[in-house]
């Protein structure tokens, strides 16, 4: 029997004293690819937040399981050293670090942590090449700051790029598609179904639909005032489109 | 005021009169007077109000000692890798030719102010003493009184130099006690471009000595000088330094500064703009930790219509050390169209650490385009969280961070072997953390 990628379980999330999550319930299997929409403040990006371990949100209840792991229990660095990856809703910039030092560190800290050996940056550069064609890349945008100076489109590619170069197990998008113009949407996307493999599952934090006619997904959720009101397949996406999300918000009430 | 440093420049002055040239006495002379009457500054002058210069005052310090061991060897981490340059290397305050490395350079002179001095060379009587006025601080007017040797530097109209000229600094054990006041002079003749590089040194990080150097800087009419100076004491010296360059029509002047040592590092930079469209261009970083205070006062003068200055100086610091920044700019009433920007940045990695930042702007013109920006901060927190969420460590994560604020300012030294030094310098002291 196969085990679940990520389990969480009746998270509960503060930021302050303002609780945004309030019991969420999630399972993710390898191979799988889960949609969480919402309307804005619904506590998508919190959800999305809190597993990357953002310290700004505080975890007041439930657990977030990793591989059977205590996720909250780990430091953001050995998080992503064991494999999981958050790309930003809104990419930081770094001025003064080059994108080829920044990814490399990051890169060799993951072989690090997993018993690997640490490229140098000629190798690394080889190894570049082949991750720099997903995102449609040449390997100028390696030796510029990063994503300083990005513009929305770049740094949401350069998140991307990182996660092809990184691989992780769990990979969550926070609102990757927001901003982004068809072009940027369909390199997005299409770097996001080439890194799919059996052994690895993917959380589409997203507001729209239109991502999802890129990257079909196996599972929605809808999230609302901090709960998961509704869970379905891809055509629950569909229905959302066309109905928007306050018959949900109403049906959530109702019950 | 101390007795004992009085005595000793009196002392001092006893052994070099004979070698002083006549129009040099009275020079040194209104020093000496004009040291005895201010004394040591205290935190009641407001040029010193955040440096407490009472561990100088009240110490008794000896005269520089006589020669020191050193070998070629051990200044080889000094320079920068490029012993083609022209080096004058003075230990201890003294001239040493025998570790110097001078190449003849057509229209280029570079000796010890001592040897000049001996020769009575005609440049020094229109220069030496003529730039740095001894009412600049009262550590100026005690180098101008006791002046004997540093480095002199004359470059030719029209000559351009291709390799960077080097002064460098080196205190020994024996400096343990005592005190150095090297006076540098550094003339670059119209039309003429140069590179020099100042450092100050030490083969003795844990003695506690005191550097009081003046540099005296004059460029030409459409001169050209980029000057690196690089302040890497011991952490229980004392540096109290000057540079007050002059600048002519269409001059270029680039300077940067490193401070990285001393308990107490205070350094002076004073530009006179004293003509049209010239360009004045001051960056600086320094780094303190522990206990350490380091101290930056710029002052550049507008005093001529359509010139261009542009600072920027960073600092890092952590444990309990303390910065202190003042940048002012005197724009005079017929300066108009002054186009001066300052900055100054600060990053406490330390809850003890703190920084005394002050810009002071000046404007008697009225079409100008002036402004500045000072800020004191810490690591970003979401650049830091972002950094972790890849895999990057927590302290390493701040290192990188800590990195990249530095060196964006370390990446405007033009001389590549100096750049990718400080660079050097710089991982070391973060790795040290």
């Not at chain 1, 969480?8 to 969420?24: F, N």
């Not at chain 1, 657990?63 to 790309?87: K, T, W």
């Not at chain 2, 060379?121 to 601080?137: C, D, F, K, Y």
Request: glycine letters at 8%; one cysteine or more.
């Amino acid at each position: 029997m196969t085990l679940p990628l990520l389990e969480v379980k009746g998270l509960r999330a503060s930021a302050g004293d303002k609780e945004i999550l309030r019991g969420i319930d999630l399972t993710v299997y390898p191979g799988e690819v889960h949609a969480v929409m919402g309307p804005n403040g619904s506590g998508k990006s919190t959800l999305a937040q809190a597993i990357a371990g953002h310290p700004a949100y505080q975890v007041t209840a439930g657990e977030i399981l990793y591989q059977g792991q205590d996720l909250l229990d780990m430091e953001p660095e050995e998080r992503a050293q064991a494999g999981v990856f958050l790309a930003f809703q809104y990419p930081v910039e770094i001025p003064g670090v080059s994108n080829a030092y920044f990814l490399r560190a990051a890169y060799n800290e993951i072989q690090k942590a997993r018993g690997l050996e640490e490229v140098d940056s000629m190798d690394f550069l080889d190894l570049l090449e082949e991750k720099l064609k997903i995102v449609e890349w040449g390997p100028e945008i390696m030796s510029r700051a990063v994503n300083s100076g990005f513009s929305g489109g770049e740094k949401k590619r350069n998140e991307i790029l990182q996660m092809a170069v990184l691989q992780p197990r769990l990979a969550v998008l926070d609102e990757t598609d927001s901003g982004l113009d068809i072009d940027a949407l369909r390199i997005v996307a299409g770097g996001v179904n080439a890194l799919r493999r059996p052994d690895n599952a993917t959380v589409l934090v997203t507001h729209y639909q239109r991502l999802l006619n890129y990257i079909v997904p196996d599972h929605v959720h809808v999230l609302s005032a901090g709960r998961i009101v509704k869970s379905g397949g891809k055509e629950l996406a569909l229905e959302l489109e066309e109905r928007g999300y306050e018959w949900l918000e109403d049906e959530a009430l109702a019950s | 005021m101390s007795p004992a440093t009085l005595q000793e420049i009196e002392m001092q002055n006893a052994g070099t009169t004979a070698e002083l040239p006549d129009w040099l006495e009275p020079v040194c002379r209104a020093a000496r007077e004009r040291f005895r009457a201010t004394g040591f500054p205290t935190s009641r002058d407001e040029e010193w109000r955040f440096t407490p210069v009472g561990p100088i005052a009240k110490a008794s310090w000896r005269p520089a000692p006589p020669a020191a061991a050193v070998t070629q060897d051990q200044l080889k981490e000094f320079e920068f890798g490029h012993p083609d340059w022209n080096t004058l290397v003075f230990v201890n305050g003294s001239y040493r030719e025998e570790l110097s490395r001078g190449f003849t350079i057509p229209g280029v002179r570079v000796i010890s102010l001592a040897e000049a001095l001996r020769a009575n060379e005609t440049v020094l009587q229109s220069h030496l003493g003529r730039h740095a006025p001894i009412e600049a601080s009262p550590f100026a007017a005690l180098n101008t009184a006791t002046m004997r040797d540093g480095g002199f530097i004359h470059v030719a109209a029209g000559t351009e130099l291709l390799r960077p000229l080097h002064l460098l600094f080196v205190a020994t054990p024996e400096a343990a006690g005592s005190v150095v006041h090297p006076r540098n002079l550094i003339v670059v003749e119209r039309g003429a471009r140069a590179a020099v590089v100042e450092s100050y040194v030490t083969l003795s990080p844990d003695s506690s000595y005191w550097t009081n150097p003046v540099t005296e800087v004059s460029l030409g009419g459409n001169a050209w000088l980029e000057h690196t100076r690089i302040q890497r004491e011991g952490e229980r010296a004392y540096h109290t330094g000057l540079t007050h360059v002059d600048q002519q029509r269409d001059s270029h002047y680039r300077s940067f500064s490193l401070a990285m040592g001393g308990a107490i590092a205070r350094h002076n930079l004073h530009a006179r703009l004293n003509d049209e469209n010239v360009e004045t261009l001051l960056y600086g970083l320094y780094l303190a930790r522990r206990e350490q205070l380091v101290d930056n006062h710029t002052v550049i003068y507008h005093d001529h219509p359509n010139c261009r200055s542009w600072e920027v100086y960073k600092g890092v610091l952590d444990g309990r050390s303390r910065a202190v920044f003042n940048g002012k700019v005197f724009v005079k009433p017929e300066a108009q169209k002054t186009d001066a920007k300052q900055t100054n940045r600060n990053l406490l990695l330390s809850d003890g650490a703190r920084v005394d930042t002050k810009p002071q702007l000046e404007i008697f013109a009225d079409d100008v385009k002036c402004t500045h920006g000072a800020t004191v901060g810490q690591l970003d927190d979401i650049a830091l969280f972002y950094s972790r969420s890849r895999g990057i460590p927590s302290a390493e994560a701040q290192r990188l961070l800590t990195y990249a604020f530095a060196a964006e300012v370390i990446a405007e030294v033009s001389l590549e072997p100096v750049r990718n030094e400080l660079e050097r310098l710089l991982r070391e002291r973060l790795e040290a953390r």
